[in-house]
């Protein structure tokens, strides 16, 4: 089966739990480990970003081996608080010294569940004090070029699927030119993360205008990887 989750915000090799911000999150790395118990070793999720807190990639090495150790293939893709995201090529390189074999990285490309693509990246808009400025253009310009890269990787697919890690929907909020990339290439299903607790109330789900929205942050899952084929 195919399954994505976002925002497990792992800690081991620093010190950012994230109990600290409630009930919510209590226990989450065990309830974690619990939700992915029932998959099984041929099954894929994608992980929409902001999965470790470590700085950098040997600070987040912990997180990665926790990651591995659970059940199934894993693609991942950048979250915001990704302080660690490196070239893929040095996250290979990372993978193969610390003997991880069950994730790979969902950037400027795509991967195949059956006749489907699974196509991303961290996606952007404009919550950020800057509100629009020319730093945030330049960021969005470059997601656009990365998630047409993902698109057209996918080639003919029989569908292509897009994960994100910021909602292209929030509120009032429209990041017009991410829809209309994903319209132009027939997407018509969206799993994203990056939302909370209080935030939860302003999420987009469900279909709109031809495309359906899914928000699949952990604690909005209650930590169960949602399952999507």
């Known amino acids: 089966m195919l399954y994505a989750i976002g925002d497990l915000h792992l800690s081991f ?15 989450y790395v065990e309830r974690i480990r619990e939700g992915f118990s029932l998959l099984k070793p041929d099954d894929v999720t994608v992980l929409c970003g902001d999965l470790s807190w ?3 990639l040997e600070s987040a090495a912990e997180d990665f081996r926790f990651v591995d150790s659970l ?11 990704d302080y ?5 090529r040095k996250m290979h390189e990372m993978f193969e010294q610390q003997g991880i074999t069950t994730i790979d990285v969902l950037q400027n490309n795509c991967f195949f569940y059956g006749e489907k693509a699974l196509c991303g990246t961290r996606g952007w808009f ?13 960021i969005m310009a470059r997601e656009l070029i990365r998630l047409e890269l993902s698109l057209k990787a996918a080639g003919d697919a029989e569908e292509k699927i897009c994960f994100l890690h910021y909602p292209p929907l929030y509120g009032s909020y429209m990041c017009r030119d991410i ?4 319209k132009a290439y027939g997407v018509r299903r969206v799993y994203y993360g990056h939302i909370h607790g209080y935030g939860f109330r302003l999420a987009k789900t469900g279909l709109i205008d031809g495309i359906e929205y899914n928000m699949v942050s952990a604690d909005y899952l209650g930590f169960r990887p949602k399952a999507i084929l």
């Open 126 to 138: 404009y919550e950020e004090e800057t509100h629009g400025d020319a730093h945030d253009k330049k």
């Open 71 to 81: 059940p199934g293939r894993k693609y991942i893709l950048k979250g915001n608080h």
């Open 54 to 56: 470590g700085m950098s």
């Open 179 to 182: 829809i209309a990339l994903l």
């Open 84 to 88: 660690w995201w490196s070239t893929a």
């Open 13 to 27: 090799g620093t010190d950012k739990p994230m109990d600290v911000f409630g009930p919510a999150w209590e226990n």
